[in-house]
């Protein structure tokens, strides 16, 4: 996930020129929506679970480079969706985009939730539940950090680039030559995701503009995602 900047108009006030009941009601739209599309991740993500059929199919493409497929198309997907959010104005679209994230992200997680559920015997509420009140934690306080102090992380987009392409170019070589990326990359990966959640929420507080709020929630979502991910890549490595 890419940090993207959002290209405002006349026609909307920037966030930080606006009075602070106007920020507070911004905040808490875009909270509200990250709020609902994690929601609506769990839905999806429980009727895919229950579609056996697909379930096999995405975990027998974890194998060679069926994976990395896999992975090309679902950045096409997550890319295409967080510019249309954060290049429009028209809200149906922009609401589009978030649904489009959101469903990429539940087909992204099957093989993972799969694996987790194996692993626990078919009663994955431990481990899948502590990695998820761990992400929330990691996640309310950094974005605490950011909205409390109001510092500027913008400066974190160039370093936060090149992490991704070095991630990306590290799970490449992984599957080239068939070494497994361990506990190492997913702490790496780990920070990396912290890092994008200060430089989102940073974007929320300095950068963006006040229709711009289900776009704000789009690439924090994202953010908790990858927390999420390797949060629970490690979790698992250690039951």
């Known amino acids: 996930m890419q940090p993207i900047e959002y290209k405002q108009t006349p026609n909307y006030q920037p966030l930080i020129e606006v009075t602070d009941d106007t920020r507070a009601a911004f905040y808490r739209k875009a909270y509200a929506h990250v709020a609902l599309a994690t929601l609506l991740f769990i839905i999806v993500e429980t009727i895919l679970l229950r579609i056996e059929p697909l379930v096999e199919f995405m975990v027998s493409l974890t194998q060679g480079w069926s994976w990395l497929l896999v992975l ?37 997680f099957i093989p993972l939730l799969t694996i987790a559920i194996t692993y626990t015997q078919g009663e994955p509420s431990s481990i899948i539940n502590q990695a998820a009140i761990m992400t929330l934690a990691l996640f309310t306080g950094l974005s605490a950090v950011v909205l409390i102090t109001k510092k500027d992380f913008s400066f974190l987009r160039s370093f936060l680039a090149i992490g991704f392409v070095i991630a990306v170019g590290a799970i490449i070589a992984g599957m080239i030559f068939g070494f497994n990326l361990g506990l190492v990359f997913s702490a ?25 709020y289900v776009g704000a929630s789009l690439g924090l979502f994202a953010s908790l995602m990858l927390l999420f991910w390797y949060i629970l890549s490690i979790f698992m490595s250690n039951d």
């Open 188 to 212: 790496g990966m780990i920070v990396l995701a912290a890092g994008t959640i200060l430089y989102q929420t940073s974007q929320l507080v300095h950068n963006y503009s006040t229709d711009q």
């Open 72 to 108: 090309g198309a679902f950045m096409f997907a997550t890319n295409y969706a967080e510019k249309l959010a954060h290049t429009t104005h028209d809200k149906t679209k922009q609401y589009l985009a978030l649904l489009l994230f959101v469903v990429a992200e539940a087909v992204i």
